[in-house]
């Protein structure tokens, strides 16, 4: 049982659970065993400063070599790190309120650290033994300059920017005062798009909207979009690994529809090839699979999951249904940059607005729940969950999965937070509210037992 992970890293609350201490140590633990060069980056928090010279001094006193990166966005540093270093330490939390930071470690292909890598860190960590070496054996802190710009290039090759430029877009860019503040707006411009930005000054107090990209905390983007005339809204959370869009009317596109979308074109594209998703995506996804020669495997929910998924079977392109896109010949990660480059693309050369091409994709519905649960009553409730629900078709890959005629409900607990998720998809909205809540009804049941 790891006990300082989560399903991605830690995450803590910034300086009183996640002090300079224990970042230090983390990453002296960590560096232990990688000896090698490490680049370090992270998001715009006011913490991630402090934060970033603790792991710097853990990482050289292990015996390793620093790369500061500076802030930036999350995939950025795992493209770094897949290029050119041994491993890499992120210091972000991601689309969490203000006063949460975290870390995330990698290992050389840029990938989060798999399990076994993580008990190994967590035997250092508990023991109070990562290596500490000699004074004259201390390594160097050197910094890479030019990786934005070369990132953004990076992006820019992977799409028909000729075709983006001729269409000359105007798309409003609301980074949430978040790490994209750094990439987004460089890559549209580049991109021959017309920008205007919104939060895109990097605040780690984010004073313009909560950096999760939701509908509620984007309703000003939707008013500008809608009072511009603009072609597209695009929004990212706090370290620049989603996308969310607005469509040209004002509409907030959920993160299955992009998916959906971009899934499409990528399996047209390439004329077919295999996708990795969560169990808790759309139908829309399975299809689209079917109807452009692609094959679905269906994870665990997580982000790295899909990403190693991808990485093992060599796969064509990933996602969840959050908004994060993961193109696995780039960076094995959900990445917001190219994620908005490909969207932009598909407008650009279908000659579609978003609205139409989100209207073509297959609909269904969807409605997500959570109710409070703790934690060390969760896999009670899950086991009798599971028995209540043997008699219809089930999927247990993660939590529980029934599949009725009128839709599915996933039922299952966060690995990060005390609460359960119930997850449905129907036909119509008003069934998908209904199995929601009856996951909902079910996990109740056995909680006040
Ligand atoms: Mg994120």
Same mark, same amino acid.
């Given at each position: 049982?790891k006990k300082l992970f989560g399903?991605f890293g830690v995450r803590r609350?910034?300086?009183?659970e996640l002090?300079?201490?224990f970042a230090?140590?983390l990453?002296?633990?960590?560096?232990?065993?990688?000896?090698?060069?490490?680049?370090?980056?992270?998001?715009?928090?006011?913490?991630?400063?402090?934060?970033?010279?603790?792991?710097?001094?853990?990482?050289?006193?292990?015996?390793?070599?620093?790369?500061?990166?500076?802030?930036?966005?999350?995939?950025?540093?795992?493209?770094?790190?897949?290029?050119?270093?041994?491993?890499?330490?992120?210091i972000?939390a991601?689309?969490?309120?203000?006063?949460?930071n975290g870390i995330k470690l990698?290992?050389?292909?840029?990938?989060?650290?798999?399990?076994?890598?993580e008990?190994?860190i967590?035997?250092?960590f508990?023991?109070?033994?990562?290596?500490?070496?000699?004074?004259?054996?201390?390594?160097?802190?050197?910094?890479?300059?030019?990786?934005?710009? !070369? =990132?953004?290039?990076? $992006? /820019? &090759?992977?799409?028909?920017?000729?075709? @983006?430029?001729?269409?000359? %877009? #105007?798309?409003?860019?609301?980074?949430?005062?978040?790490?994209?503040?750094?990439?987004?707006?460089?890559?549209?411009?580049?991109?021959?798009?017309?920008?205007?930005?919104?939060?895109?000054?990097?605040?780690?107090?984010?004073?313009?909207?909560?950096?999760?990209?939701?509908?509620?905390?984007?309703?000003?983007?939707?008013?500008?979009?809608?009072?511009?005339?603009?072609?597209?809204?695009?929004?990212?959370?706090?370290?620049?690994?989603?996308?969310?869009?607005?469509?040209?009317?004002?509409?907030?596109?959920?993160?299955?529809?992009?998916?959906?979308?971009?899934?499409?074109?990528?399996?047209?594209?390439?004329?077919?090839?295999?996708?990795?998703?969560?169990?808790?995506?759309?139908?829309?996804?399975?299809?689209?699979?079917? !109807? =452009?020669?692609?094959? $679905? /495997? &269906?994870?665990?929910?997580?982000?790295? @999951?899909?990403?190693?998924? %991808? #990485?093992?079977?060599?796969?064509?392109?990933?996602?969840?249904?959050?908004?994060?896109?993961?193109?696995?010949?780039?960076?094995?990660?959900?990445?917001?940059?190219?994620?908005?480059?490909?969207?932009?693309?598909?407008?650009?050369?279908?000659?579609?607005?978003?609205?139409?091409?989100?209207?073509?994709?297959?609909?269904?519905?969807?409605?997500?729940?959570?109710?409070?649960?703790?934690?060390?009553?969760?896999?009670?409730?899950?086991?009798?969950?599971?028995?209540?629900?043997?008699?219809?078709?089930?999927?247990?890959?993660?939590?529980?999965?029934?599949?009725?005629?009128?839709?599915?409900?996933?039922?299952?607990?966060?690995?990060?937070?005390?609460?359960?998720?119930?997850?449905?998809?129907?036909?119509?909205?008003?069934?998908?509210?209904?199995?929601?809540?009856?996951?909902?009804?079910?996990?109740?049941?056995?909680?006040?037992?």
């Amino acid at each position: 049982m790891k006990k300082l992970f989560g399903t991605f890293g830690v995450r803590r609350v910034a300086n009183t659970e996640l002090t300079p201490e224990f970042a230090s140590k983390l990453a002296a633990s960590y560096g232990s065993l990688i000896k090698g060069k490490v680049a370090v980056g992270g998001d715009t928090r006011t913490t991630t400063e402090m934060i970033k010279h603790a792991v710097i001094s853990g990482l050289l006193s292990s015996g390793c070599d620093v790369v500061d990166l500076g802030f930036l966005p999350t995939p950025t540093v795992q493209y770094a790190v897949r290029n050119y270093y041994d491993g890499g330490v992120i210091i972000t939390a991601s689309h969490n309120p203000p006063k949460y930071n975290g870390i995330k470690l990698v290992d050389s292909d840029g990938i989060g650290t798999p399990d076994e890598m993580e008990i190994e860190i967590e035997k250092l960590f508990f023991n109070d033994n990562p290596d500490r070496i000699s004074w004259n054996e201390i390594g160097d802190v050197e910094t890479n300059s030019g990786l934005l710009e !070369e =990132y953004i290039d990076n $992006v /820019i &090759a992977r799409v028909d920017a000729e075709a @983006i430029k001729n269409v000359n %877009l #105007k798309v409003i860019v609301d980074c949430g005062s978040g790490a994209a503040c750094f990439t987004t707006p460089f890559l549209l411009r580049k991109l021959g798009c017309e920008v205007i930005t919104m939060n895109c000054q990097p605040d780690g107090f984010f004073p313009g909207r909560n950096p999760e990209p939701t509908e509620p905390n984007l309703k000003e983007l939707i008013e500008v979009v809608k009072a511009t005339g603009a072609d597209l809204g695009v929004a990212h959370d706090g370290d620049a690994d989603r996308t969310i869009c607005i469509d040209e009317e004002g509409n907030f596109v959920f993160g299955d529809k992009s998916f959906a979308l971009v899934e499409k074109y990528m399996l047209k594209e390439n004329n077919g090839g295999l996708i990795v998703t969560t169990v808790a995506t759309s139908s829309a996804i399975y299809d689209i699979a079917n !109807e =452009y020669n692609g094959e $679905v /495997i &269906a994870t665990k929910v997580g982000d790295l @999951i899909v990403a190693r998924e %991808l #990485k093992d079977k060599n796969g064509l392109f990933g996602g969840e249904e959050n908004g994060g896109l993961i193109f696995p010949d780039f960076v094995y990660g959900r990445d917001a940059a190219l994620s908005t480059a490909k969207i932009i693309e598909i407008i650009a050369k279908t000659g579609k607005p978003l609205s139409r091409l989100i209207e073509e994709l297959p609909v269904y519905y969807s409605e997500k729940m959570k109710i409070e649960c703790p934690d060390e009553l969760k896999q009670e409730v899950m086991q009798k969950i599971a028995e209540e629900t043997r008699e219809f078709e089930v999927d247990t890959t993660d939590g529980v999965k029934i599949i009725k005629d009128e839709g599915w409900v996933i039922i299952r607990p966060s690995g990060t937070e005390p609460i359960f998720r119930c997850f449905a998809e129907a036909k119509t909205l008003k069934e998908a509210k209904k199995m929601a809540e009856w996951g909902i009804s079910l996990v109740k049941k056995y909680l006040n037992q």
